[in-house]
């Protein structure tokens, strides 16, 4: 649903692109351009007269110590404010633009890197200089800042002293070289090339948007085209919006920055020495860190004044290079350079780096309209039509159902939980190479994040989201294949929307997957205490949310329509006065239907229901203790889709485990079939 999403947004803003154009074509087509609009003496078309940047005069006149908020709207208050901001750190005060704003119109920020060979562009009459120290807020209100061009050295280690007594590390920046406590929103960067040229003696963070992140700072609802370069030959860290975050530093709170809703469309490297070459770099590739959203996105440590800092909701569509021993992209944990978010997101200590990293991107309403807004604005240039890292999902009548894999603090079969989790993740892919599926619909419990019982849930025992975890590090593992890829909540997964979508990536608590003639539809029956402040079970709650399921149904009115949950409890329904969910089930809206929550993975005919058949996905867990676990070994539910019947059966991957002390193999096999035929 979210890939559907993406491809859906692409569309529109090229449509929203192409729209004025044609309407343009359309009225010179049949009106004609007028002699004043066009043609010289002879009835010839002249080509209009090329724009050549001119230089600027900064107008300071709108400052007035004594206000909080000031309006910008023309080129010449920017550098104003450019001007003023290099010894004046605009804390407690913001600065918004009421219009699109062009410093050199004209020129072209344009750099091309090929052949080992970089081309910067030639500086304009109006160079930014990167603002060193900003704590306010610069929200651009949907506006968009064009023809910026930075050539610096930066700072040195401890050469810009914060409070006139802590150094702040060594950095250059695009905008701003320190953003301590401050905020950059709402604005797009187009047509902006920032150059570092620094040969700083300690490691340096160079950033499109800020060099150095520090306290609690956020970047947010922020799209750019910048292209940011470093030509150092030291250490080095570059990102299309940050270098870097920092820990505690000084009097300023631990680091708990935020980037976020933010897409890099531009390009980003670095080069060894002063000149344009890329030759190769005694930089080796360990302290060369260049990534398009940040180079480097971390509490540096594990204890507490190191902090914590949030990376979510990006996308990154531009390239990203360096020059070690070879010309080639960045390449971070195994993913190409052009889809390179930050340096050391996994590699993680107990606790530290960053969280809440997504791989994915929902675009937030608000940028939608900021970015369709400009496309159609006089003289802005917005590329919209890179392509957005889209696949096209394989097509097939295969579907994999799983759940309750639970990524906790317990092994089980003697098994370490990472081991039994990579376990379950290449089982999926094997599935994959050996007969290629549509979908993969999880449902539920990929933690204990939530459990009232020993050792307690990890979320508010503890702080740490499990189920992040499994998606940050293990499903997003399966990201390249060509599926569809749905995950909803159990009752171990209490997060309210907000907190559910956030910590997954865009994953919604109930959702739908139409593979072919069939519509899967996947409930929530757990809605009950969600985002609780104490320890406590899920309730089962049944289908609450009729409409959903109505709304569905009637977008799809030609689907077959399969039931998935968490779990299904239909005494309960009943109990509940769930009457109208019921007749559903009574007049076969429902093909049928899978669930998870027992661990096994047998077959339910609920004769109470013109026996409508309900299988269950099994596990990659345990068992309850009663039950032998070798009649519900780890695995998950193959589905089948014909036009007359569905076939599913439970899949267990070749798997050594330990139970009751002896060791006991299960070869892959199946088990539990069931034919379900539809009319």
Known sequence: MKKTILRIIALLLCFCMALPLFIACKKDTEEGPSAEEGTGDNGQTQEPEPVVPVKIDADASWYDENEAVFELSTAAQLLGFNDLAKENSFAGKTVKLTADIDLNPGWSAQVS????????????PNKWEPIPLFEGTFDGQEHAISGVYTESKGYDQNQ????????????????FVYLVNGTVQNVLLLNSTVIHIGQLAAPCAVGGVA???????????????????ARTQRYRMVGGIAGRSDWQTGDIAPCTAIIRNVVFAGTVGSTDGKNSTLTPSRVTEDNMRVAQIAAQWAASGDNEKDGRCVLENVLAVGHGYYAADTYKPVVQNGRAGDYCLAY??????????????????????????M????AGRSGLAINLLKPVPTKTVTESNRVLIASDVHLCHVDTYGVDTAVRMQRFIDALRAEYNRSPYSALLLLGDYSLDFWNYQVKGSWLEKGVSNTKNFVDNYLSQLYDLPIEIHMIAGNHEQYG?????????????QDYCVVGNYLFLMVDTFTADLDPTEHSDTPYTGVTDLEFVRNVIAEHPDKKVILCAHYLDFNAEA???????????????????????THKSNVWTVTD?????????????????????????????????????????????DNTVTINGSQYHKYKGTQDEVTVYVQ
């Open 113 to 124: 890197a090929a052949n080992r060979q970089v081309t910067l562009p030639e500086a304009p």
């Open 497 to 509: 929307e907000t907190n559910w979508e956030q910590l997954t990536g865009g994953y919604t608590r």
């Open 371 to 374: 970015l369709t807004g400009a």
């Open 211 to 229: 060099g150095r992140v520090l306290g609690a700072s956020t970047i947010e609802n922020v799209y750019s085209e910048m292209n940011v370069w």
């Open 344 to 369: 050391r997101l996994s590699a993680a200590p107990s606790g530290g780096w960053a969280y809440n990293t997504t791989l994915s991107f929902v675009l937030p309403a608000s940028v939608n309209t």
């Open 160 to 175: 810009y002293k914060y409070n006139g007594t802590v150094g702040l590390g060594s950095a250059g920046g695009g905008l």
């Open 575 to 597: 109990n509940m006065g769930h009457t109208e969910f019921l007749e559903m089930v009574d007049n076969g809206q429902f093909v049928c239907a899978f669930v998870g929550h």
């Open 609 to 653: 229901h013109n026996n409508f058949k309900v299988a269950f996905t099994g596990n990659f867990f345990k068992t309850d203790d009663e039950t032998p676990p070798q009649n519900y070994m780890w695995g998950f539910r193959e589905v089948l889709l014909y036009d007359n019947r569905v076939v599913s059966r439970y899949i267990t991957p």
